[in-house]
DNA sequence: TCTGGGGTCCTAGGACCC
DNA sequence: TCTGGGGTCCTAGGACCC
């Protein structure tokens, strides 16, 4: 039988800040995403002051401020560097491992040979809180939907001390615990499907096990199918420990204000399909298509509405940015109409494959920056920017105080990836302190 | 009035994940 | 005043093929 773990950072957001800012324990902190515009990770102090995930920042600003609430823009320098610390013990714990997102890793417990399971998850715990100062729970189970479905008890339940094991429950035990998790808490349940089941009297994960199959296909398709078996133990998901390569790569950003200038969406397309470029040399792929999109702020019920999106194929696949930008900018301007205040846009490259794979095209010659590999421009300034921070060199001239630049009004320094934003200790008195 | 059966590819939209 | 970003897979419908 299959044995899957499932290990996840608690408030994983949060805790990272945590690590280097001690001011910030024991009280409520929540994390906002990009723009400051929602609340995308809470303390479990937070938490209990019922700020809800996903929640627009200005309708918690009231709560945040009677409660002393710390607020803090997305660090994801910071996140992605202590994500790969934790990354790092696991796949020394578990070779067969299977990232699933930034703060979530699937671990094959199958063919550990360990005595003592629960022992064993305990330790790992300990060792990524004592090496990195994140705090784990880790969930078991024969499925990785019960295995993540174990990982929210381990978090919720006091006595399992953030490690629960589904497998060691027997039928009646598991059969206990689904009947305690409401339906919407299962993997793969999302918000319009739980809607649709308790509407029909589907609430527990119980019932949901239980519900018959041609019902579930009918109302859930295949999908919900397989989440159905996997809560009853038959493993329809396998652990992917390579990921399978991108099929698409994009940038998009909502500006920090409403543009109507041209020059100004032009030079944020610009940076957009530039940082996408970069993505996808960094995975070793060319793209065959780009789509370019704009569109008006859809929040603004007085602002007249404008959303629109077209795409280009290259003749010959390519990660070159000049190329990319110059597509960008030319589906752009096929875009453009005056007189709309955009409020957002993004480049998106489709058809991506490996670079060695190219195959020039027989009217490719005149313009020589079609394949990837062989172009020392881009080596060098992914270099560059590699050293001397993203953006250090770059196509087209930057504007200015530029209104599309997304508002950042709590970010933490990157405390673990740039020289100048690493704490200093000093050592005072025979004991050392730091400096924060 | 009657109108096969099997396939592919593409696209847009929906649902879900974190 | 103030509402994220980056992905995946599935489905249905249309065009087209023999």
Redesign the pocket.
Known sequence: MATFGLVDCNNFYVSCERVFQPRLADRPVVVL???D??V?ARSQEARALGIAM?T???KV?GVIERHDVAVLSSNYALYSDLSERVISILAAAAPDHEV?????CFLDLARRAVPDLNAWCRDLRTQIQRWTGIPVSVGVGSTKTLA?LASKIAKAAPEADGVFDLTRDDAKGIVARLRETPVGD?????????KMLVERGVHTALDLRDAPDGWVRQRM???GLRTVQELRGVACYDLESQP?P?????????FGKAVTDKGQVRDAIIAFAERAAE?IRHAGQVCGAIQVSIAT?R??ANAAQYKTAASTTFMTPTADSRAIVAASLRILESLWRDGFAYR?G?VLLLDLSPAENVARSLFDYGLDYGAAGEDQLMKAIDRINGRFGRGAVGLGLATANAQWR?SQKHLSPRFTTRWRDIPKARIEGGSAQGVL
């Open positions: 995403s990009n723009n515009g929602c995308v996903g627009p920042f200005f600003r699933y997102s930034i703060d979530e993540k299962v993997w793969g349940v999302g918000g319009r499907s739980s398709g295949v999908v399978a991108k099929q698409a790569t994009c940038c998009s950003r909502t993505k702020d929040f603004d957002g993004g997304m």
